[in-house]
T-cell receptor, first 113, second 114 residues
Framework: SQTIHQWPATLVQPVGSPLSLECTVE??????LYWYRQAAGRGLQLLFY??????ISSEVPQNLSASRPQDRQFILSSKKLLLSDSGFYLC????????????FGPGTRLTVT | GENVEQHPSTLSVQEGDSAVIKCTYS??????FPWYKQELGKGPQLIID?????GEKKDQRIAVTLNKTAKHFSLHITETQPEDSAVYFC?????????????FGKGTKLSVKP
């Protein structure tokens, strides 16, 4: 069976500090990978998606970047955090080859102070 | 681009009653409509989905209906239980791969009172 991991679970960072959130998927090969952000009381906003190693598409202009150094690893980064970067960050995966279903990880709660 | 509207934003029902959440979408090319349940502090969990070639799908106490002409779809939960309390999200997409990016509604907070 497939499992998706995210860490850390919670993070408190000062404004201007760097960020690195990690997501890994087990039990599948060449998944599509996604980063979403969920602001308090709002829906999920797609930030980045990746259909393969080194292939990253950005959905919205922002202070964040994403990388996929390995097949099942997806990293969300920032060089300098802003207060507006606070939120709940979710990683998701879907099967390669036109699969419809997306499965979410447990999320990382980021608070920028 | 696609836009998904979800109603109501909050819903309170008595245990044993039914709950209905409705979503509308704007892009007639959308062909996949999942529903997610999110408990506090956790990631969303896929609970049921429907594709555009089907009008209704049922899984035990939950069902989803789709009206392609009107571009709306609904989640129905029967015999609600306290553990059904959560935030429910609908979403729409145009298929897999790079076209499979989900557009989400803003969510419905369901409270089931014992």
């Amino acid at each position: 069976s497939q499992t998706i991991h995210q860490w850390p679970a919670t993070l408190v960072q000062p404004v201007g500090s760097p960020l690195s959130l990690e997501c890994t998927v087990e039990g599948t090969s060449n998944p599509n990978l996604y980063w979403y952000r969920q602001a308090a009381g709002r829906g999920l906003q797609l930030l980045f998606y990746s259909v393969g190693i080194g292939q990253i598409s950005s959905e919205v202009p922002q202070n964040l970047s994403a990388s996929r150094p390995q097949d099942r690893q997806f990293i969300l980064s920032s060089k300098k955090l802003l207060l507006s970067d606070s939120g709940f960050y979710l990683c998701a995966w879907s099967r390669w080859g036109g699969s419809y279903e997306q499965y979410f990880g447990p999320g990382t709660r980021l608070t920028v102070t | 681009g696609e836009n998904v509207e979800q109603h109501p934003s909050t819903l309170s029902v008595q245990e044993g009653d039914s709950a209905v959440i409705k979503c509308t979408y704007s892009d007639s090319a959308s062909n996949y409509f999942p529903w997610y349940k999110q408990e506090l502090g956790k990631g969303p969990q896929l609970i049921i989905d429907i594709r555009s070639n089907v009008g209704e799908k049922k899984d035990q106490r939950i069902a989803v209906t789709l009206n392609k002409t009107a571009k709306h779809f609904s989640l129905h939960i029967t015999e609600t239980q306290p553990e059904d309390s959560a935030v429910y999200f609908c979403a729409a997409s145009m298929g897999g791969g790079s076209q499979g990016n989900l557009i989400f509604g803003k969510g419905t907070k369901l409270s089931v009172k014992p």
